[in-house]
């Protein structure tokens, strides 16, 4: 218990620092895209940009408007970061190092992600500002969009079909998918590795892609589907462009984060960046092996195995970033319900068939 | 004028004046100001849109944030003195603003012009249609793709081409924005020494840019689907409301006031007008980024064949009070990047005007707004707003 608490805090603090130098690379990247040089005054080749950008929002006024929902309005930047960090709780960086080794983790990493709609929507209702509650609605549609039809169709339908078929196989009640009810639209995707392994703990499905076996080359084809609706979906999810509708500052002004100010509008934007890079993470523990890579097995090694493919995964989310234009939000819907659910649930059933037929088939 | 109707699809039109006490929709009907202050109306335009839901039931903009009484600034002013002042109308294309208002007075004065100032004139008016395009096509991917985002990205590629010919421009007249490059009688300012060099390659180095905003933009689905079928214009709703310009050019109308009244020097170089039939969104885009290919081809194409001579058609201007044109009136419209800018003037006799109308394209071109966003949602208000390519300092005045 300890232990893990320790391990937490230390992971989280890390992970806090990392993102702020995240933002500076993205700066940097989006600069060299532009044809421009990024931040370069503050510090050496402005590293220390993150430092003065954390420091002047500290110091801004913090302004409360007279009209907003006190409580709501303050709690949620606050839950914005807090929603964001909780995924970290399960991640396995490395070999045994894990905060919590839940057996239930895909389930509660999924869990995690559908509460991000739950600050958004605080913001947009305790703003009292008419951009702001335009967001917090569009938030709530696309997270509807890519979360319940997938949850009740994939988990109660083909789960139930499979799991009927390897009783035994899986180490959670099916009595428990009440729960599920709560999981965001990254269910489906999340499903494969979890069909491919068996488990829906990250550990043992990190473990089942051993030796180079990651799922989205092998098998060949539904795994690499599955991620790539997986990324899709973590964009959506972290409200990132092309589907950063709720705040679509030319739109909505700043959407959800209209009326904030100094470290209140901090937050949001960290807790966007901590998503997304978790999301990252949390595509190569499900799809690409995890902290799998040549070398022996010493934790350090793994670590930095670990940490070069989640900022790899992390570079090609930036890239599309400052390459594409926003969608509109009912091209999302459209993108969602009718080509990411059916062809997200095709990639279970046929990951599901594969596994089937791994385990022996009709024989 | 020839104006050659190609396919008028009249859809069901949305109805500007609609009650909205009479409208029945699924919920409560919020109003929502957007703008004056707003990242993406432009400066300052104010819409005042009746939103059910996300899809607005009813638009009104509201125009006259940005009047600084620019017409009656120009009866103050003799004639001389008010190139600067239009100038700062429609801030991203000075060229042609002095252009219509001070060929006004040279009608009006009836003085011929230099056939070396006509094609200075000329190719200073599509450089500076390259250049308002390239703006336009940087902050209309900003309203699509947001600041932090694709968006910016394209805006930084625009925009890095448009310094290129503002730096010919800073060369020519020693300004990089407001040039006063325009005055009665010619220009004011000779080629310089190895500017048409300059000028060749400026347009080549734009040229081969041209693809690569097509392959991130029109060839992005993302984009396409934004644009393609959104906020369409029908050629009869258009020339009813008096949209001119690449906003026309787009439903089909094939009407350049470069051919059909040739002013400096468009009779003696073939203008090839950019036409597309949808009148939506994407074929605004697509007419835009042909002009500027047209545009660049006609400079390089004049700069080779710029004849000797002298850039002043009458005595030099060395006081304000130097124009007195006699009494009368005179109107010149001529193309601008936006559109048919018209500049009309009455004289009395004095140094000073005694009336000054301009005629700006873009105030027609808002005019559609109330017909257009109804039925739409707000991504798309943006979108169809930045597509018109509308300058309030233009609207307003």
């Known amino acids: 218990m300890l232990h893990a608490l320790i391990l937490g805090i230390v992971i989280a603090s890390a992970l806090l620092g990392v993102t702020s130098y995240y933002i500076w690379f993205e700066r940097k990247f989006a600069g060299r895209m532009q044809s421009r040089v990024g931040p370069e005054h503050v510090g050496w080749k402005g590293l220390l940009q993150p430092i003065a950008d954390a420091f002047k929002l500290l110091i801004k006024e913090d302004i409360t408007p007279r009209t907003a929902d006190r409580v709501l309005f303050n709690l949620a930047p606050l839950l914005a970061v807090f929603v964001a960090l909780l995924t970290l709780a399960v991640l396995p960086l490395a070999s045994g190092l894990v905060i919590a080794d839940l057996d239930v983790g895909v389930l509660f990493v999924l869990a995690a992600g559908a509460m991000t709609v739950v600050p958004t929507w605080m913001a947009g209702w305790g703003s009292n500002n008419k951009y702001a509650l335009l967001g917090g609605m569009r938030a709530i549609a696309q997270s509807v969009a890519y979360g319940v039809p997938l949850v009740l169709a994939a988990l109660e339908g083909i789960a139930i079909a499979f799991f009927a078929l390897r009783p035994g196989s899986f180490p959670y009640q099916l009595q428990d998918h009440v729960f599920i009810l709560l999981t965001a639209g990254v269910v489906v995707m999340a499903l494969v590795p979890v069909i491919l392994s068996g488990s829906m703990n990250l550990s043992k499905i990190v473990a089942a892609q051993a030796g180079g076996h990651w799922f989205a080359f092998w098998p060949p084809g539904p795994g690499l589907a599955g991620g790539l609706i997986f990324v899709l979906a973590t964009l959506a999810e972290g409200n990132r462009i092309p589907f950063d509708i709720p705040e679509a500052e030319s739109e909505l002004v700043s959407g959800i984060s209209t009326e904030y100010t100094g470290m209140k509008f901090g937050m949001f934007y960290l807790g966007e960046y901590v998503h997304s890079l978790i999301g990252s993470a949390l595509f190569v523990t499900l799809f690409l092996g995890g902290y799998d890579g040549p070398g022996p097995n010493v934790m350090a090694l793994q670590l930095c195995w670990f940490l070069l493919k989640t900022a790899l995964v992390s570079v090609v989310l930036l890239w599309a970033r400052w390459t594409y234009v926003r969608v509109r939000s009912d091209q999302l819907m459209t993108l969602c319900w009718k080509y990411l659910l059916p062809s997200g649930l095709a990639v279970v059933v046929v990951s599901a068939l594969w596994a089937w037929w791994r385990e022996g088939g009709l024989s | 004028m020839s104006a050659l109707v190609q396919t008028p699809v009249i859809g069901v039109r949305a109805d500007p004046y609609l009650d909205i006490e009479t409208y029945e929709g699924q919920g409560d009907v919020m109003v929502l ?365």
Not at chain 2, 172 to 181: E, I, V
Not at chain 2, 190 to 211: E, F, M, N
Not at chain 2, 323 to 338: F, L, N, T
Request: net charge neutral; aromatic share 8%; charged share 25%.
């Open chain 2, 33 to 397: 100001n957007m703008g004056p202050q707003h990242p993406s109306t432009h400066g300052v335009l104010r819409l005042k849109l009746w939103l059910d839901g996300e899809v607005v039931v009813k638009a009104v903009p509201y125009l006259g944030y940005l009047h600084r009484g620019v017409e009656k600034l120009l009866e103050k002013l003799t004639y001389v003195q008010s190139t600067p002042i239009v100038d700062k109308n429609d801030y991203v294309s000075s060229m042609t603003n002095e252009l219509a208002l001070v060929m006004a007075f040279e009608k009006l004065e009836g003085c011929e012009i230099p056939r070396r100032a006509r094609y200075i004139r000329t190719i200073c008016a599509e450089m500076q249609r390259v250049a308002s395009h390239l703006l336009w096509l940087g902050t209309f991917s900003l309203d699509m793709g947001g600041a932090l985002g694709g968006g910016t990205t394209a805006f930084m590629y625009c925009l890095r081409e448009r310094e290129l010919i503002l730096d010919l421009f800073e060369e020519l007249s020693g300004a990089r924005f407001h040039y006063h490059m325009m005055q009665v009688g010619g220009v004011r300012h000779d080629l310089p020494q190895g500017w048409d060099a300059r000028l060749k390659s400026v347009a080549a180095a734009i040229g081969a840019r041209i693809p690569e905003y097509e392959s991130m933009l029109s060839e992005n689905p993302i984009f396409r689907a934004r644009t393609r079928g959104v906020g369409r214009i029908d050629a009869l709703l258009a020339q009813e409301l008096g949209i001119s310009g690449p906003n026309l050019r787009a439903c089909g109308v094939d009407f350049d006031l470069r051919k059909a009244q040739p002013y400096a020097a468009y009779d003696e170089i073939e203008v090839r007008t950019a036409l597309a039939y949808e009148g939506d969104v994407y074929a605004r885009y697509q007419v835009r980024l042909a002009e500027m290919r047209e545009s660049l081809r006609i400079a390089t194409a004049l700069i080779d064949g710029v004849p000797a001579g002298p850039i002043m058609g009458r005595k030099p201007i060395e006081t304000v009070n130097a124009v007195k044109p006699p009494a009368g009136e005179a109107y010149v419209a001529i193309d601008s990047p936006r559109g048919e800018l018209g500049g009309w003037v009455v004289s009395d006799g004095s140094t000073k005007p005694y009336r000054c109308k301009l005629r700006p394209p873009s105030y027609h071109a808002l005019s559609a707004l109330p017909y257009l966003l109804p039925g739409t949602t707000i991504p798309d208000v943006v979108v169809i707003l930045g597509s018109l390519d509308p300058i309030m300092g233009e609207a307003d005045r």
